[in-house]
């Protein structure tokens, strides 16, 4: 159990003790402020205002039941009712040696672990991936990476949009391409070929009717339509694997489960939906009215899951995915992480499906939304001359500008150790630089900001990272040979302590709240806690005592795998030296 729940338990059995109603919870918060704690009970006031009593004095109350055990060195009332508890150092030390000797840094996987189903990256292959499908890409990564480590069942699944008219166009200037060339070659610019389909769908005599009878084709599947598509899917899927590969992302070809796999559930759904009375005929569509999302004037909100000429769409299939993960998958959990422009036709799938029982009441449905990237112009992130930005090519850059840093830095790294280390450095910037901020928000892209060695950067945690292992190749030791106890006797150990204690916590609240920034702060602040007691504290120097130097230097050992956790579940890598 982490600190936040003992102490939580603790306080809450002192409050029943003091004769408090179950329902006071005892809000247990780190404090923010030195002097103040470690932590903090702030729940006495609102007690206090529900009992009609003085929160000071029902704050002695708790104080006076609370079993410190040793745990707690001190409780100390403050203010209108807080009360301060300070944790004791001896118990302190005694968890960060255990914690020091486990591979898990004691963080025990969760009790009760779920089946989560998170729908990220989800690019459209009918052309490239885009910055947004970036933002997805990295936010769900990290996302699956952390609930996995939590010790829940994660089903990653890449809801790729791989069907629908468009394709009529595409396939019909595939086949065109076919005579003259193979199906890589007419696919190795997707932005290209897409432009090029659609300039001759626009403007190119008897085009268009091709293009849709090749829809109907496909629709009807036809087996060299299929075919066809089968082909443009999959050079468009190892476009995206390059993407991925690059990108350090744990998406696999067996993660896919795009669009066209809810084809033959689809006027299921939809007839389902009609008997059940909750979706009716409306001027030759299919509607789910959604008296539950109604405007102010009392409207209900519309949502068409079938248009006037038979076709789907992205609601009904999201209807067909949200069944199928509860029901197929036994998800508890279903994450969809996708820009928050899509809330409302979120929000209308989510609505509709626990309408028409589509899943259990027990299973969350959540979006995790996010921002635009923007420019540093303020406008969402484009190319000078406007186009969309080549992934592909962004990541080159953000390396090929990491490398040259490393160089600079460093002149003594090899070039081959240089491209590697630049690699790491310039994929973890573009990663965390997203991460590390709060997802719902939009961010301005900018180089020289997330490529900084100062600040809440990945290379800035990166370098915190090696300067803490370069101690242990200084002093010629490695971490499995330390033996000496770990006390905590200068205030910036003490503080550096309660910071490594904090990590299982913070987990959770990411695990539970679904923004990774929450743990970027955590790992700065970590680093940060680090550097202070650095400072303050040396570890190698002549005159220091043996003692301390064990101490000390499981303090760095902690410091090192908690840095190289942390960021491994933010799917940024670290290496020894930079
Ligand atoms: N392919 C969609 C897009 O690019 C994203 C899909 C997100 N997932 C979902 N279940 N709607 O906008």
Same mark, same amino acid.
């Given at each position: 159990?982490?600190?936040?729940?003992?102490?939580?338990?603790?306080?809450?059995?002192?409050?029943?003790?003091?004769? &408090?109603?179950?329902?006071?919870?005892?809000?247990?918060?780190?404090?923010?402020?030195?002097?103040?704690?470690?932590?903090?009970?702030?729940?006495?006031?609102?007690?206090?205002?529900?009992?009609?009593?003085?929160?000071?004095?029902?704050?002695?109350?708790?104080?006076?039941?609370?079993?410190?055990?040793?745990?707690?060195?001190?409780?100390?009332?403050?203010?209108?009712?807080?009360?301060?508890?300070?944790?004791?150092?001896?118990?302190?030390?005694?968890?960060?040696?255990?914690?020091?000797?486990?591979?898990?840094?004691?963080?025990?996987?969760?009790?009760?672990?779920?089946?989560?189903?998170?729908?990220?990256?989800?690019?459209?292959?009918?052309?490239?991936?885009?910055?947004?499908?970036?933002?997805?890409?990295?936010?769900? $990564?990290?996302?699956?990476?952390?609930?996995?480590?939590?010790?829940?069942?994660?089903?990653?699944?890449?809801?790729?949009?791989?069907?629908?008219?468009? @394709?009529?166009?595409?396939?019909? =200037?595939?086949?065109?391409?076919?005579?003259?060339?193979?199906?890589?070659?007419?696919?190795?610019?997707?932005?290209?070929?897409?432009?090029?389909?659609? &300039?001759?769908?626009?403007?190119?005599?008897?085009?268009?009717?091709?293009?849709?009878?090749?829809?109907?084709?496909?629709?009807?599947?036809?087996?060299?339509?299929? #075919?066809?598509?089968?082909? @443009?899917?999959? /050079?468009? %899927?190892? =476009?995206?694997?390059?993407?991925?590969?690059?990108?350090?992302?744990?998406?696999?070809?067996?993660?896919?489960?795009?669009?066209?796999?809810?084809? $033959?559930?689809?006027?299921?759904?939809?007839?389902?939906?009609?008997?059940?009375? &909750?979706?009716?005929?409306?001027?030759?569509?299919?509607?789910?009215?959604?008296?539950?999302?109604?405007?102010?004037?009392?409207?209900?909100?519309?949502?068409?899951?079938?248009?006037?000429?038979?076709?789907?769409?992205?609601?009904?299939?999201?209807?067909?995915?949200?069944?199928?993960?509860?029901?197929?998958? =036994?998800?508890?959990? &279903?994450?969809?992480?996708?820009?928050?422009?899509?809330?409302?036709?979120?929000?209308?799938?989510?609505?509709?499906?626990?309408?028409?029982?589509?899943?259990?009441?027990?299973?969350?449905?959540?979006?995790?939304?996010?921002?635009? !990237?923007?420019?540093?112009?303020? #406008?969402?992130?484009?190319?000078?001359?406007?186009?969309?930005?080549? *992934?592909?090519?962004?990541?080159?850059?953000?390396?090929?500008?990491?490398?040259?840093?490393?160089?600079?830095?460093?002149?003594?790294?090899?070039?081959?150790?240089?491209?590697?280390?630049?690699? #790491?450095?310039?994929?973890?910037?573009?990663?965390?630089?997203?991460?590390?901020?709060?997802?719902?928000?939009?961010?301005?892209?900018?180089? $020289?900001?997330?490529?900084?060695?100062?600040?809440?950067?990945?290379?800035?945690?990166?370098?915190?990272?090696?300067?803490?292992?370069? %101690?242990?190749?200084?002093?010629?030791?490695?971490?499995?040979?330390?033996?000496?106890?770990?006390?905590?006797?200068?205030?910036?150990?003490?503080?550096?302590? /309660?910071?490594?204690?904090?990590?299982?916590?913070?987990?959770?609240?990411?695990?539970? $709240?679904?923004?990774?920034?929450?743990?970027?702060?955590?790992?700065?602040?970590?680093?940060?806690?680090?550097?202070?007691?650095?400072?303050?504290?040396?570890?190698? #120097?002549?005159?220091?005592?043996?003692?301390?130097?064990?101490?000390? *230097?499981?303090?760095?050992?902690?410091?090192?795998?908690?840095?190289?956790?942390?960021?491994?579940?933010?799917?940024?890598?670290? !290496?020894?030296?930079?």
């Amino acid at each position: 159990m982490n600190i936040r729940q003992l102490l939580s338990d603790k306080v809450q059995a002192a409050m029943t003790a003091a004769g &408090i109603p179950e329902q006071c919870g005892p809000v247990i918060a780190p404090s923010k402020k030195a002097g103040f704690g470690d932590y903090q009970a702030n729940g006495a006031m609102a007690a206090a205002k529900r009992m009609g009593t003085n929160p000071r004095e029902l704050a002695a109350k708790i104080v006076e039941q609370l079993d410190k055990g040793d745990m707690i060195e001190k409780a100390e009332i403050a203010g209108p009712g807080f009360i301060n508890l300070h944790l004791s150092e001896q118990w302190l030390a005694d968890r960060l040696e255990t914690a020091e000797r486990d591979s898990r840094l004691n963080i025990a996987p969760e009790g009760e672990p779920q089946t989560v189903v998170i729908d990220y990256s989800s690019p459209n292959l009918a052309k490239e991936m885009h910055v947004g499908h970036l933002r997805s890409t990295i936010i769900g $990564d990290a996302l699956a990476r952390l609930l996995e480590f939590q010790g829940h069942k994660v089903i990653r699944q890449n809801h790729m949009g791989d069907w629908g008219t468009q @394709f009529g166009m595409l396939l019909a =200037h595939l086949s065109d391409k076919l005579e003259n060339n193979d199906a890589e070659v007419a696919l190795a610019d997707l932005e290209v070929f897409y432009r090029e389909a659609k &300039i001759r769908f626009d403007e190119e005599e008897g085009f268009d009717d091709r293009a849709r009878e090749y829809v109907v084709k496909l629709q009807s599947g036809d087996p060299e339509c299929l #075919k066809l598509w089968q082909q @443009f899917i999959d /050079i468009s %899927i190892s =476009h995206s694997e390059e993407i991925y590969d690059k990108l350090n992302v744990t998406l696999k070809r067996s993660d896919v489960y795009g669009e066209s796999r809810y084809n $033959d559930d689809l006027p299921v759904l939809v007839e389902e939906l009609l008997d059940k009375g &909750i979706a009716v005929r409306d001027q030759g569509a299919v509607v789910v009215f959604l008296e539950e999302m109604a405007d102010k004037e009392g409207n209900p909100s519309p949502m068409i899951i079938q248009k006037k000429g038979g076709g789907y769409l992205y609601s009904t299939t999201d209807l067909a995915g949200i069944r199928y993960r509860a029901n197929k998958l =036994h998800a508890d959990r &279903i994450l969809i992480v996708v820009d928050a422009r899509q809330s409302l036709h979120l929000q209308q799938a989510f609505t509709a499906a626990r309408k028409a029982g589509f899943l259990p009441d027990s299973v969350s449905l959540e979006h995790c939304a996010f921002g635009t !990237m923007m420019g540093e112009d303020g #406008k969402p992130f484009k190319t000078r001359t406007g186009g969309t930005v080549k *992934l592909a090519a962004l990541l080159d850059e953000a390396i090929e500008r990491a490398q040259k840093l490393v160089a600079e830095k460093n002149p003594e790294l090899g070039a081959e150790a240089c491209a590697e280390i630049g690699h #790491k450095v310039g994929i973890g910037a573009v990663k965390y630089a997203d991460l590390s901020r709060t997802r719902t928000n939009d961010y301005v892209f900018n180089w $020289d900001a997330m490529l900084s060695f100062e600040g809440n950067t990945a290379p800035y945690l990166q370098y915190a990272y090696t300067r803490v292992r370069s %101690i242990f190749r200084r002093a010629g030791v490695e971490p499995a040979e330390l033996t000496g106890a770990i006390t905590l006797k200068t205030p910036e150990e003490r503080a550096l302590a /309660i910071k490594l204690c904090q990590f299982g916590e913070v987990l959770q609240q990411v695990a539970r $709240d679904t923004y990774p920034h929450i743990l970027c702060s955590y790992l700065y602040d970590l680093a940060s806690a680090y550097m202070a007691f650095y400072e303050a504290c040396p570890v190698l #120097k002549e005159g220091v005592s043996e003692e301390d130097k064990q101490s000390r *230097l499981r303090l760095c050992d902690l410091v090192a795998r908690t840095l190289a956790t942390g960021l491994d579940l933010l799917g940024i890598e670290v !290496m020894e030296k930079m």
